[in-house]
């Protein structure tokens, strides 16, 4: 089975339907980019994938091993995160507290996955800085190291790349497709970047208050939604 599988899923906020009919899959190692335009009901999806949301019909069904609260997720940028007063090491750490469940200190286990995944991300040296005083760039390494230590299995983007300028952008990219390709972790990326959404994905879902599109990234190129969406129509 799937590690994720939307059926016939529509949600909506006090009895207004943003999104319907929603079917699609996520397998073993796929890379998906969520597209749509503002309001499309993007980040509606994501709650309700991460557990945050209830459905209004259908269902959403995890597989391969996948458990609901083991998604890495790495949310929308917000000020609140932006000045979190808390160091590297313990923004990096508290990726482990939903495995942690109700033990009060984190193990060995835990911060030697912190450590193995801030060396992994390149920011062993940032350990001790706080975290707001950190660049954007590398707020969101850091954020991606949390992420990291809460799956094996999927990781769950929502508009990584916002305000990052165009070489730190493509630094990010290249990290997560290393991730994809050698740690065989699927990703889920919220992106208003088409063009690199279709670069570097393996599927897009297209979304306009149901499913514009749903498939193989390089079919999406020549599909009707695609081709309106990428301006070549
Ligand atoms: N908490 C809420 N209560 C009521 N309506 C909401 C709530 N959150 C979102 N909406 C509405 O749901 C619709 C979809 O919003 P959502 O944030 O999911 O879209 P999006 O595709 O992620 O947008 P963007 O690209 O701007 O981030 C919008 O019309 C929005 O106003």
Same mark, same amino acid.
Request: proline share 2%; net charge neutral; aromatic share 8%.
């Given at each position: 089975?799937a590690?994720?599988? +939307?059926? @016939?899923v529509?949600i909506?906020?006090?009895?207004?339907t943003? !999104?319907r009919d929603l @079917?699609?899959?996520i397998?073993?190692? %796929?890379?998906? +980019?969520?597209v749509?335009?503002n309001g499309?009901g993007?980040?509606?999806?994501?709650k309700s994938?991460?557990?945050?949301?209830? !459905? %209004?019909s259908?269902k959403i069904?995890?597989?391969d091993? *996948?458990k609901?609260k083991e998604?890495?997720y790495?949310?929308?940028? @917000?000020d609140?995160?932006?000045?979190?007063p808390a160091?590297?090491?313990e923004v990096?750490l508290?990726g482990?507290?939903n495995s942690r469940?109700?033990r009060?200190?984190?193990?060995?286990? %835990?911060?030697?996955?912190?450590?193995e995944?801030m060396?992994m991300l390149?920011?062993?040296?940032?350990? $001790?800085? +706080?975290?707001r005083? *950190?660049?954007?760039?590398?707020k969101?390494?850091v954020?991606?190291?949390?992420?990291?230590?809460a799956?094996?299995?999927?990781?769950?983007?929502d508009?990584?790349?916002?305000g990052?300028d165009?070489?730190?952008?493509?630094e990010?990219?290249?990290?997560i497709? =290393?991730? @994809?390709?050698?740690s $065989?972790?699927?990703?889920v990326m !919220?992106s208003?970047?088409?063009?690199?959404a279709v670069?570097?994905?393996?599927?897009?879902?297209?979304?306009q208050?149901? !499913?514009?599109?749903?498939? =193989?990234a390089?079919q999406? =190129?020549?599909s009707r939604?695609g081709k309106a969406f990428?301006?070549g129509?």
């Amino acid at each position: 089975m799937a590690l994720i599988k +939307c059926e @016939n899923v529509s949600i909506g906020y006090e009895g207004q339907t943003v !999104v319907r009919d929603l @079917n699609f899959e996520i397998g073993q190692g %796929d890379y998906l +980019c969520i597209v749509g335009e503002n309001g499309s009901g993007k980040s509606t999806l994501v709650k309700s994938l991460l557990g945050l949301k209830a !459905v %209004d019909s259908g269902k959403i069904e995890f597989g391969d091993g *996948l458990k609901q609260k083991e998604i890495g997720y790495l949310p929308q940028q @917000n000020d609140f995160q932006k000045d979190f007063p808390a160091s590297v090491y313990e923004v990096v750490l508290s990726g482990r507290l939903n495995s942690r469940g109700f033990r009060p200190f984190y193990t060995a286990t %835990d911060k030697a996955e912190a450590a193995e995944k801030m060396e992994m991300l390149g920011i062993t040296d940032l350990r $001790g800085q +706080c975290f707001r005083d *950190l660049s954007g760039g590398q707020k969101q390494r850091v954020l991606l190291a949390r992420a990291l230590c809460a799956t094996k299995k999927l990781l769950l983007l929502d508009e990584p790349v916002t305000g990052l300028d165009p070489i730190v952008t493509a630094e990010f990219y290249q990290l997560i497709q =290393k991730i @994809n390709r050698e740690s $065989g972790i699927a990703v889920v990326m !919220v992106s208003h970047d088409i063009e690199s959404a279709v670069e570097y994905a393996s599927h897009i879902l297209h979304l306009q208050e149901t !499913v514009l599109y749903f498939g =193989k990234a390089s079919q999406y =190129k020549k599909s009707r939604a695609g081709k309106a969406f990428l301006g070549g129509e």
